[in-house]
């Protein structure tokens, strides 16, 4: 039996798509028009309308160095294509828009809790977590997979660490989906590019939904102080090396940037995993009959998923790079979705391949000074998932139509109607 199928996305989208514009996206990512930039100019110049431009980094090793030279690159310009003025960067501060050595102050707070080893004590309890979801969702016989399943897991996983109970979860969930998917008029009623958001321009993602957050970080604090528990809020609120203690602002941000990155990625990695399966029903059959397959088939999962798919810098100096000159002040984008897809990194990268042994992928930051926190916890998430549905179910088969995020930032499939065979 085969591990791999070929050309597992038939249809690779258009290949002169605007890759700044959320509704590119709707429809899934246009990996043909990144074949043909990664392919034709790797450093390649987008004029934008309401922006200052930006150059795209498509090539796996200009992403990695990129990724890896903060003082060239930094990040404290912004994250994502939008720019800030100072006093909106400030007020939106997370350790995510700070290079080391701050940013690594920051994330020694709650790095602990997100270690390997720590997360492999969790795994029984994940596990648990993972078998009442899904027994809860399979007698249903059709169901959405993005609700029943892929969302309740990590939105549930996230309550424990941050000490907050499943009832708060769907609230957090809520959020979260108004956060990072603020382009989407499905998650938020303000969408930044549709409407008027300039009320909310100091909060995170310019969404009301963090005011919302906000209020229940204060309340959240309230509790731990007054009886701190063993959980990652209480970490927050307690002295860094330093000695210093982050300020309300600093706390809500960071509960806000937890909030947001703690469910939605996880949970469109496992979509978007199911997804692909169902469309190459062999991937789901190999990797059921051979359940050693698990550790490569999780990073393969992770890898064509790409759901992060852009990061930014900005150059703090000019410097050329194949050929093109970027200046001072300019902004750096890198699209992992191209890195990820890279010949010159990945051999065959559109075969979806569970046993593929290189796959030194980028999904996770490539252990830069910004690799992702929650990298451990989500890999054990997606594969206990897995595990446990590869134990229970045939197959799936399509239910219905699925829906994309409006969204040039998360590549995410926000339902998945199924069927359970």
């Not at 150059?55 to 992403?63: E, F, V």
């Not at 249903?140 to 969302?151: C, M, N, R, S």
């Not at 998917?181 to 300039?198: A, K, M, Q």
């Not at 989500?378 to 595990?387: C, G, I, P, Q, Y």
């Amino acid at each position: 039996m085969s591990y791999y199928v070929d050309d597992y996305l038939p249809d690779l989208g258009p290949d002169d798509a605007d890759i700044t514009s959320h509704d590119a996206y709707t429809t899934g990512v246009p990996h043909a028009t990144f074949n043909r930039l990664r392919t034709d100019d790797p450093v390649h110049w987008t004029d934008e309308a309401d922006g200052s431009g930006f150059w795209s980094i498509l090539r796996y090793d200009d992403a990695l160095a990129v990724s890896h030279d903060v003082e060239t690159f930094t990040s404290t310009k912004g994250i994502r294509l939008e720019e800030m003025d100072e006093e909106e960067t400030k007020a939106r501060l997370t350790m995510m828009e700070l290079d080391p050595p701050e940013h690594t102050r920051y994330r020694r707070l709650v790095n602990k809790g997100f270690t390997r080893r720590t997360v492999e004590s969790y795994e029984e309890e994940i596990r648990q977590l993972a078998v009442e979801v899904i027994e809860a969702a399979l007698p249903k016989g059709e169901f959405d997979f993005v609700h029943e399943i892929a969302e309740q897991l990590p939105m549930r996983m996230l309550g424990r660490l941050l000490g907050t109970s499943d009832e708060d979860g769907h609230r957090l969930v809520a959020w979260g989906d108004a956060l990072l998917g603020n382009t989407d008029p499905d998650f938020t009623d303000t969408p930044v590019d549709l409407t008027d958001t300039e009320a909310y321009r100091m909060v995170p993602f310019r969404s009301p939904a963090s005011i919302q957050i906000f209020s229940y970080a204060q309340e959240q604090a309230a509790d731990r102080r007054a009886c701190p528990r063993d959980d990652i809020i209480t970490k927050l609120l307690a002295p860094m090396a330093d000695g210093k203690r982050l300020t309300d602002l600093e706390f809500n941000n960071f509960f806000t940037l937890l909030v947001a990155a703690g469910n939605d990625t996880t949970r469109y990695t496992m979509t978007h995993a199911l997804w692909s399966m169902m469309n190459n029903p062999a991937l789901w059959e190999a990797w059921q009959a051979n359940p050693d397959l698990t550790p490569t088939a999780v990073e393969e999962v992770l890898r064509t998923s790409s759901v992060t798919m852009h990061f930014r810098r900005t150059a703090t100096r000019d410097i050329e790079l194949r050929g093109k000159t970027i200046r001072a002040g300019d902004k750096v984008v890198i699209w992992f979705p191209s890195a990820n897809h890279d010949p010159e990194a990945f051999d065959r990268p559109y075969r979806y391949d569970l046993g593929r042994e290189r796959n030194d992928h980028m999904a996770f930051g490539r252990n830069g000074p910004h690799l992702c926190l929650g990298a451990w916890l989500a890999r054990m998430e997606v594969r206990l998932v897995f595990e446990q549905l590869m134990k229970r179910v045939d197959r799936f088969e399509p239910a219905g139509p699925i829906d994309h995020l409006r969204s040039n930032f998360i590549a995410g499939i926000k339902k998945l109607p199924v069927r359970v065979v």
